[in-house]
């Protein structure tokens, strides 16, 4: 998420790059293949 966006979300530790902020970024590799399955996309939570 984008810094105005997150502003506006009220989201505090997102729309940067930096130390202390949460690290959700995606690295895109568009010629590269990926099946998404079940297993692949499991989670701590289930």
Request: charged letters at 25%.
């Amino acid at each position: 998420m984008s810094a105005a966006p997150a502003e506006l979300a009220g989201l505090s530790q997102k729309g940067a790059i930096e130390a202390g902020r949460d690290a959700d970024f995606a690295v895109l590799a568009p010629d590269e293949t990926f099946t998404s399955t079940r297993r692949s996309c499991a989670t701590a939570t289930r």
